[in-house]
């Protein structure tokens, strides 16, 4: 784990937390030029050094939850409009790395030191409170959420490091019940999509020590768990972070560390393309369009725009308060346009910048 902390604290340390517009940032070398634009709207919420958390909106009302990880915290956040409220922080063990929502009223955190996904109701007041803990065998980088079939929920945990994750099907008030699986070497995200052959549902992940990606069916339900076997996609030269599928799944979009560059699969053309990207690579990925994709990168957001080439057409540098390692668009403040949630894994804030944010 000491590799990962160094590199998330190269560069500025930050100190306070300052509330306001942030602006723009040159490119970097050896990419196209960026557009210069407007400054974006902006607001901040106090939270430093988040590894992850999710927002969810809800009859009209937003909130959002993450992980504080240097101060062992799950937080709770209300979003109205344009402004944020602190609803609850809750104490976890030592180092929790990811949180989601389970449905708008439950929300589970993944935890290093317990080697758990901890489990809080939210209650009607906005406090958390904790109803439940699944034991996983490893530090847990992430975790996600789906609904089981015949009731339920699938929570999959992920590892900081290593080659097991660990499924659990889990129901308000009972037992979880857990089943473990080999993938590949450091599989920390996961996201959601179809295959482009066959359009099965299923999951794909990057492989940061095995440099890969990987496809696998969704399980269609907990006894399913164990056929399920990962496929690989593509192998890379440089260490994949994040892939994620671009809202059609037309495409699927990888950030790679360091190596100049970022790639992405065209389903339908069953071809991979290479995209130019500064030197020290991205770590946070978000699609907005099927052509339109948020990275993150150091202590930036590189909003970019491509033709069905791969090619930049347009794109737009956004100076973050942090490293912005985790990256969620969404309406938060109800205009109609999609906003930018940036967690830094490193810095002193979340920051939200509100859409429109097209390039």
């Known amino acids: 784990m000491r590799w990962y902390r160094l590199r998330v604290w190269l560069g500025v ?14 490119p970097s070398a050896g990419v196209s030029p960026v557009t210069e634009v407007a400054k974006p709207a902006a607001m901040q919420l106090p939270s430093p050094d988040v590894w992850g958390g999710e927002a969810r909106c809800d009859k009209g009302s937003c909130r959002w939850i993450g992980v504080e990880h240097e101060r062992n915290q799950v937080v709770l956040y209300r979003i109205d409009g344009r402004r944020a409220t602190l609803l609850d922080k809750a104490p976890v063990g030592y180092h929790p790395d990811s949180a989601r929502w389970i449905n708008e009223r439950l929300v589970v955190a993944a935890v290093e030191a317990t080697q758990s996904l901890d489990i809080f109701a939210v209650g009607d007041d906005g406090k958390l409170r904790s109803i439940d803990q699944i034991p996983v065998g490893f530090a847990p980088r992430d975790v996600w959420v789906w609904p089981a079939s015949g009731g339920g929920w699938l929570l999959l945990a992920t590892p900081y490091r290593g080659k097991q994750v660990t499924w659990a099907h889990w129901r308000e008030g009972e037992a979880a019940k857990t089943v473990s699986q080999t993938w590949c070497d450091t599989p920390w995200h996961v996201f959601r999509t179809t295959h482009p052959k066959g359009g099965q549902a299923g999951l794909t992940t990057a492989c940061r020590r095995d440099r890969r990606v990987v496809w696998l069916p969704q399980p269609s339900s907990w006894q399913a768990v164990p ?133």
């Open 13 to 26: 340390l930050f100190s306070g937390v300052t509330v306001g517009v942030v602006g723009c940032a040159s």
């Open 227 to 359: 056929d399920i076997q990962p496929r690989v996609a593509q192998v890379f030269d440089d260490v994949p972070r994040r892939v994620q599928a671009s809202p059609s799944g037309r495409y699927w979009y990888v950030a790679l560390e360091l190596g100049g560059r970022v790639a992405r699969y065209d389903t339908v053309r069953d071809i991979w393309q290479w995209m130019p990207f500064p030197e020290v690579g991205a770590v946070g990925i978000a699609a907005l369009t099927d052509d339109t994709v948020a990275w993150g990168e150091n202590q930036r957001v590189l909003i970019v725009s491509y033709d069905e080439e791969g090619k930049i057409r347009a794109e737009r540098s956004i100076k973050t308060s942090g490293f912005p390692s985790g990256l969620q668009w969404i309406d938060l403040d109800g205009d109609g346009a999609e906003d930018l949630i940036v967690m830094n894994s490193s810095g002193p804030a979340v920051d939200i910048f509100w859409g429109p944010l097209l390039p």
